[in-house]
């Protein structure tokens, strides 16, 4: 997973990298550096509007003739114009500087879930990727099923077969059995032997994740 930050602070803009660990934050300090990154394929932008060389507003146009990829706007600029203006340049959030970073990481969370990317004990899951990113940067390649049951568990404090067996269903079309999805949790407890999470519970309590200290 990607993140492309466009902020002319270097100490804010590496703050901010560190902070939303372990998704890969891009940076950029300038306006003509931004351009040179737009083609890229990201997750997310956060975009500064006061860049050294132009408004980050320029690029937001720009970058909307060609991508809907999700833009978080962070800046100084308060007033209810200039937040509108931004809105108006089809920005999917506003946040206004300076900003505490549990709240950029909350607005980051909630953009990325609506794309199937979910956090957990430091851990981010992006489903619709078949990727669980852990906050070593390690990454676990999960088929569809794996990442349809850890997004299950990863939404919900407790999930039970049912609930998996349906969640399975919904986000990958299959219909599975109850011997098949338990073969399909132990295999995906192996596969997390050398991770930061693990699976706990049963068939007849239910199952969650929990950090495997």
């Known amino acids: 997973m990607n993140i492309l930050l466009i902020e002319d602070d270097a100490i804010l803009s590496d703050t901010i990298c560190q902070a939303l660990q372990p998704i890969r934050c891009t940076q950029c300090h300038s306006l003509s550096d931004a351009f040179d990154q737009m083609e890229e394929q990201w997750d997310l932008i956060l975009l500064d509007l006061n860049l050294p060389d132009g408004s980050g507003l320029q690029f937001l146009q720009v970058l909307r003739e060609v991508s809907d990829v999700p833009v978080i706007i962070i800046s100084s600029r308060a007033s209810d114009q200039e937040i509108i203006m931004g809105y108006s340049a089809q920005a999917d959030d506003y946040l206004v500087k300076p900003f505490s970073l549990d709240l950029l990481r909350a607005?980051?969370?909630?953009?990325?879930?609506?794309?199937?990317?979910?956090?957990?004990?430091?851990?981010?899951?992006?489903?619709?990727?078949?990727?669980?990113?852990?906050?070593?940067?390690?990454?676990?390649?999960?088929?569809?099923?794996?990442?349809?049951?850890?997004?299950?568990?990863?939404?919900?404090?407790?999930?039970?077969?049912?609930?998996?067996?349906?969640?399975?269903?919904?986000?990958?079309?299959?219909?599975?059995?109850?011997?098949?999805?338990?073969?399909?949790?132990?295999?995906?407890?192996?596969?997390?032997?050398?991770?930061?999470?693990?699976?706990?519970?049963?068939?007849?309590?239910?199952?969650?994740?929990?950090?495997?200290?």
Do not use: W
């Not at 192996?190 to 693990?198: N, V």
């Open 107 to 213: 607005k980051t969370d909630r953009i990325l879930f609506r794309t199937h990317t979910l956090r957990k004990s430091g851990c981010i899951l992006a489903a619709d990727k078949g990727l669980l990113l852990e906050e070593s940067a390690k990454s676990i390649s999960l088929s569809p099923v794996e990442s349809a049951i850890l997004s299950c568990l990863f939404s919900r404090s407790l999930s039970h077969q049912s609930d998996l067996i349906r969640h399975i269903y919904a986000r990958t079309g299959k219909e599975i059995i109850v011997r098949t999805l338990s073969t399909r949790i132990s295999e995906l407890k192996r596969k997390l032997t050398d991770s930061s999470l693990a699976i706990i519970g049963n068939a007849s309590s239910g199952f969650s994740v929990k950090r495997d200290l």
